[in-house]
């Protein structure tokens, strides 16, 4: 079947929560604040205590040592990490498309040089996302991708998942607050209420 599948997912705010999430689709996450959402994607990449098993491309987590789901499931959390001196720590020396998504994202090649200190919001935010697809991850769990962008970088980084999910028909479950955003690019759109998901409404507006 492949994919990312998740069953009977649950603690102590929801569940037990059934999802399958098919190669290469779109699966968008929204509900209210607090409702659970980054900490339903943090169930999934098992960085929190949680029930339920998962399974991406059918193998499942509880077989893999957790430092090798977590960088296969690739979570993007809504507010990324970023520690030592230089943005090029972060990244690996050779990876053939680095350059290329660099562009993509309106960096030059001497981004990697600069302080992490010194990132910006918003540059923290497009980079983090770089750093992630260097590990090249088999699905994308997305928190608030573009929560932090204006609208050309929204587009950049909206362009560079797309045309990794793409290339790699990744599966991919994007937590956005953005409705338009959801309708434009959501193949399927849940919602989180009581602790259960189910489909958002055809009008959430
Ligand atoms: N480590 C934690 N321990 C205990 N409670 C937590 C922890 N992290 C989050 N919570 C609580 O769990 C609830 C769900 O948090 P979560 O971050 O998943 O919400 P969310 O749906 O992503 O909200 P938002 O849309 O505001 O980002 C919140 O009430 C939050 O305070």
């Known amino acids: 079947m492949g994919g990312l599948r998740v069953q009977g997912l649950g603690n102590a705010l929801f ?7 098919g190669g290469g689709e779109r699966v968008f996450l929204s509900g209210p604040s607090g409702c659970g959402k980054s900490l339903l994607l943090r169930a999934i990449a098992d960085l929190d205590p949680h029930r339920g098993e998962a399974w991406l491309d059918d193998v499942p987590r509880s077989r893999l040592p957790a430092p090798l789901w977590r960088r296969r499931v690739g979570l993007l959390p809504a507010e990324s ?5 230089s943005v090029g720590e972060h990244l690996p020396a050779t990876h053939p ?9 309106g960096f030059g090649p001497e981004v990697l040089d600069w302080p992490v200190a010194r990132l910006s919001t918003g540059e923290r935010q497009r980079l983090a996302l770089l750093r992630l ?7 994308l769990l997305l928190d608030e991708a573009t929560a932090n962008l204006d609208p050309q970088n ?12 793409a290339a790699h028909r990744t599966p991919v479950l994007w937590v956005s607050h953005d409705p338009a955003q959801r309708r434009r690019l959501g193949d399927r759109r849940l919602s989180i209420r009581d602790g259960r998901l189910e489909p958002e409404d055809i009008d959430p507006s």
């Open 15 to 21: 569940g037990p929560i059934d999802l399958a999430v």
């Open 97 to 105: 498309p680095l350059d290329d998504w660099l562009s993509v994202l």
């Open 154 to 165: 929204c587009a950049r980084v909206e362009g560079l998942i797309e045309d990794y999910r």
């Open 81 to 85: 990490a970023w520690w030592g001196e």
């Open 133 to 139: 697809l260097a590990q090249s991850p088999r699905a």
